[in-house]
């Protein structure tokens, strides 16, 4: 098993920038491809950026390409998304989701195995 916990999420004005940190427990975080998507109210999820196990490689929606940037510290078990130029679009619950492989991660349903509670960002115009 593995437990995820997101924080970094807040209220920021347009045009500023967030880093959503998600960190793992359990069974070594190194092991999980890992990503990020976000739900906003009366919507689907979506799928924001992945990240391989080892960060060697990273994928975006093209909503937020440019503006945001997957990466991970293995060593202290947290994947991060730093989040610029933020946008009252990018308003949502953002979810951090774990999986041995980043296909189960990007697949159209997601397959992840491993799922966190979210953390909400709320971007004002």
């Known amino acids: 098993q593995v437990q995820l916990v997101e924080s970094g999420g807040g209220l920021v004005q347009a045009g500023g920038s967030l880093r959503l940190s998600c960190a793992g427990s359990g069974r070594p975080f190194s092991n999980y491809a890992a990503g990020w998507f976000r739900q906003a109210p009366g919507k689907e999820r979506e799928f924001v950026s992945a990240?391989?196990?080892?960060?060697?490689?990273?994928t975006y929606a093209d909503s937020v390409k440019g503006r945001f940037t997957i990466s991970r510290d293995n060593a202290k078990n947290t994947v991060y998304l730093q989040m610029n130029s933020l946008k009252p679009e990018d308003t949502a619950r953002y979810l951090c989701?774990?999986?041995?492989?980043?296909?189960?991660?990007?697949?159209?349903?997601?397959?992840?195995?491993?799922w966190g509670k979210g953390t909400l960002v709320t971007v004002s115009s």
């Open positions: 990240i391989s196990w080892n960060g060697t490689t990273t």
């Open positions: 989701a774990a999986s041995p492989l980043i296909r189960q991660v990007t697949s159209k349903p997601p397959l992840a195995n491993y």
